[in-house]
């Protein structure tokens, strides 16, 4: 999933962004309000994450600007301000959620789940491909019982894949969701992403036949359960 968090204090941008990272999530970063505004109107983000005190704009402002133009990417206040107006002010504007600081990040991503969740129409954390559970909450899969062994990365791969299943994704679509769309023309990351997730997830001693992952020629990938059991 590919987050946008616009946050002027360096040290916990940076912190945010390789906790993020370390996730499995991609994430972009803006230090200042009209930055953000411009990266938020022009990006693909499932959420940004937003604070409300930032120079040349503020918080408030850039969520009116992107409501005011139908933008209904997923936002999630991050500030000092905790007064309940400063928050009746926020949801109102049209943010999402709103998370005063200091916070658990813990916290952060829970809520930063629950987001992606809503953007994708669940509720359940868990979602069920045939034989293979995804569990986004715990940020764990596993076929048939057996847990599989994922990196980050391709945890979120398989995630972005089960939360869109049966519907194609683009190759496109996966590198700015997951690779924050920094991949060189032409490169075969996400085609050799594919093929080592595919691996894992259809192992022999998991029972499968054919692989959950297909592949649609020139146009994506389809996480799909048809016929995968022996």
């Not at 905790?82 to 109102?92: P, Q, S, T």
């Not at 995630?159 to 920094?182: F, N, P, Q, W």
């Amino acid at each position: 999933m590919r987050l946008l968090v616009v946050e002027d204090s360096r040290r916990l941008r940076q912190s945010l962004e390789e906790g993020l990272r370390r996730t499995g999530y991609a994430v972009d970063t803006a230090a200042d309000g009209q930055q953000g505004y411009e990266m938020a109107r022009a990006g693909s983000y499932d959420v940004i994450v937003l604070d409300l005190m930032l120079p040349n704009m503020n918080g408030i402002e850039i969520i009116r600007k992107l409501r005011q133009q139908h933008n209904d990417v997923y936002i999630l206040i991050l500030t000092a301000r905790d007064a309940v107006e400063y928050r009746v002010e926020g949801l109102r504007m049209g943010a999402d959620d709103y998370l005063v600081k200091p916070f658990a990040f813990d916290e952060l991503v829970a809520r930063i789940q629950t987001l992606v969740r809503r953007k994708h129409g669940l509720k359940n954390p868990l979602v069920v491909v045939g034989p293979l559970e995804i569990n986004t909450s715990s940020r764990t899969a596993a076929r048939n019982g057996s847990v599989l062994d994922l990196t980050a990365r391709e945890f979120a791969l398989l995630e972005y894949l089960a939360l869109r299943k049966g519907h194609i994704v683009s190759r496109t679509e996966i590198e700015e969701h997951i690779y924050d769309g920094r991949i060189e023309p032409a490169s075969n990351v996400v085609d050799s992403a594919v093929c080592v997730l595919r691996k894992k997830i259809d192992q022999p001693d998991h029972g499968a036949k054919d692989s959950l992952i297909q592949t649609k020629r020139n146009v994506g990938y389809v996480l799909d359960a048809v016929d995968t059991e022996a």
